[in-house]
T-cell receptor, first 114, second 114 residues
Framework: EAGVVQSPRYKIIEKKQPVAFWCNPI?????LYWYRQNLGQGPELLIR????????DSQLPKDRFSAERLKGVDSTLKIQPAELGDSAVYLC????????????FGPGTRLTVT | GQSLEQPSEVTAVEGAIVQINCTYQ??????LSWYQQHDGGAPTFLSY????GLEETGRFSSFLSRSDSYGYLLLQELQMKDSASYFC???????????????FGKGTKLSVIP
């Protein structure tokens, strides 16, 4: 069974530029999460989807971040414009529904904003 | 608010036993999870405790005391490949009983030496 797939794995951009991350969850997992992980820290939840509905986006900085999950499968997280402080690893995870304490993480996208 | 405390670094000898502690403060606690993350890798689920006591899975065991807001991960017969960061995460009830949101600690970097 394929795991959570994310692309790109690495991205370097200049500040004020836009960037997008893509995630394909494990087949059959209806719940999808986006996390941000800063160096030396644990993952922090940005947004959680159940199917195509965003059910928890309280920690998503909505002035510059947006996300979508069309058709309840793949998801895209976008930052526009990026700031220096956005440099981090962006992790996507999925789990069975109902949402589970056992989440399956992708390898992440390491974003560097210069 | 939610807070989790775990040691930032632990060093142990190959073949030995190591315990990684986690104390938490949260509202509406439902359970404690543990995840392992190798450098540059994805977090992977290790265990979950919802009730007091010890859960054993091979060389790894996890313990929870709800009255003390405390848990630990025990790794036995340490191997070099166990060198990684270990995160405790609480499933809290900020969003109600149906919430499955995980809040992660900052992680403990375990170094296994020969």
């Amino acid at each position: 069974e394929a795991g959570v797939v994310q692309s790109p794995r690495y991205k370097i951009i200049e500040k004020k530029q836009p960037v997008a991350f893509w995630c394909n969850p494990i087949s059959g997992h209806n719940t999808l999460y986006w996390y941000r992980q800063n160096l030396g820290q644990g993952p922090e939840l940005l947004i959680r989807y159940e199917n195509e509905e965003a059910v928890d986006d309280s920690q998503l900085p909505k002035d510059r971040f947006s996300a979508e999950r069309l058709k309840g499968v793949d998801s895209t997280l976008k930052i526009q414009p990026a700031e220096l402080g956005d440099s981090a690893v962006y992790l996507c995870a999925s789990s069975l529904t109902p949402p589970s304490y056992e989440q399956y993480f992708g390898p992440g996208t390491r974003l560097t904003v210069t | 608010g939610q807070s989790l405390e775990q040691p930032s670094e632990v060093t142990a000898v190959e073949g030995a036993i190591v315990q990684i502690n986690c104390t938490y403060q949260t509202s509406g606690f439902y359970g404690l999870s543990w995840y392992q993350q190798h450098d540059g890798g994805a977090p992977t689920f290790l265990s979950y405790n919802a009730l007091d006591g010890l859960e054993e899975t091979g060389r790894f065991s996890s313990f929870l005391s709800r009255s003390d807001s405390y848990g630990y991960l025990l790794l036995q017969e340490l191997q070099m490949k166990d060198s990684a960061s270990y995160f405790c995460a609480v499933r809290d009830g900020r969003s109600g009983a149906g919430s499955y949101q995980l809040t992660f600690g900052k992680g403990t970097k375990l170094s296994v030496i020969p």
